[in-house]
């Protein structure tokens, strides 16, 4: 899972993160030995061990920060306040549930999506390897949500601007074979429907553990709702502007047939599958 591209070239956090997807790693094996009668104590210890790892990186990472006088710090802490929060629902979920596969596999395939963009993407800009895609000016929702998706898709898929096909309005006989949506809370409100293909979600998993899955299952499911908690959060920060606050609720997954909510969204089309986001403004 670890790629020599995620390095920073700040020896401790490169180090720590490494340790992280070492960990990630480790969860993966251990759900495939699922049949072992210890399994659901390996569970409990690699989670206990990776929850508290990852506290203990983020303080340092925030440290380092402060110490360098990174601009968006505040930002970056947001991102980890909002993961510690997912962290912490999915362990009292599997805590509930005694260690239940399915609430296993789900928070695993969000730990591998958020991992890995945020390794990938956020964390570069602390060293200036990348720069943010943020303007001053506030942002239109809709560039704020296509900003946001076209760099996720990039970084998730490991593809260039290229070879991102942008239809705008979005396909109206487009509605996914896996959907979420987010309500857009605050000064902004509204709400956004996020419509991946199954090639699409697949590819993400791919690129993400590099194994194929047969269907769209609890760690397809959980790495594209955080997939669109990825989006959305990156699209919020762009809409929010001085004055102005907007934020997001947790990605839900979404059972029945989507209902276009008018001309607002737009449609992306890769070699590896399509997304759609449809958005409604109040």
């Known amino acids: ?23 990630v790693d480790n969860l993966l094996q251990v759900i495939d030995g699922s049949q072992r009668e210890d399994y659901r104590k390996e569970c409990a210890d690699a989670v206990s061990f990776l929850y508290d790892y990852t506290v203990k ?14 601009a968006d710090i505040d930002a970056h802490k947001l991102q980890h306040k909002r993961f510690i ?12 549930s005694n260690y239940d596969l399915k609430v296993v596999r789900a928070f695993s395939g ?26 001053e000016s506030l942002l239109t929702c809709l560039d ?7 760099s996720v898709i990039k970084t998730m898929l490991g593809i260039n601007q290229d070879e991102i096909k942008k239809t705008m309005p979005p396909k109206r006989d487009f509605s996914g ?37 047969d269907g769209l299952d609890e760690i397809a499911h959980s790495a594209m709702a955080e997939t669109s908690n990825i989006i959305g959060g990156r ?5 929010s502007g001085e004055g102005t606050a907007c934020d997001i609720s947790t990605p839900s997954l979404i059972t029945d047939e989507v209902e276009a909510l008018g001309l607002e969204g737009f449609h992306l ?14």
């Open 85 to 96: 929060v997912t962290v912490d629902n999915f362990a009292k979920r599997m805590l509930d």
């Open 57 to 70: 990186h983020f303080q340092f990472e925030e440290g380092y920060q402060a110490s360098i006088g990174y």
């Open 110 to 135: 969000s730990l591998v999506a958020w991992l890995n963009y945020h390794v990938a993407e956020t964390d570069q800009k602390i060293v200036g390897k990348k720069t943010p895609n943020i303007n």
């Open 235 to 239: 699209a919020t920060v762009m809409i």
């Open 269 to 282: 089309q890769t070699s590896k599958g399509d997304m759609q986001v449809l958005l409604s403004i109040r």
């Open 177 to 213: 074979d896996i959907s979420f949506a987010i309500e857009l809370l605050g000064d902004v409100s509204g709400r956004a429907i996020f419509a991946y293909s199954a090639d699409f979600a697949r590819s993400v998993i791919k690129s993400l553990i590099a194994k194929d899955l």
């Open 1 to 23: 899972m670890w790629k020599e591209e995620y390095r920073l070239g700040v020896e401790t956090i490169d180090s720590q993160h490494q340790q992280l997807f070492n960990m």
């Open 144 to 150: 704020g949500f296509l900003s946001g998706a076209t």
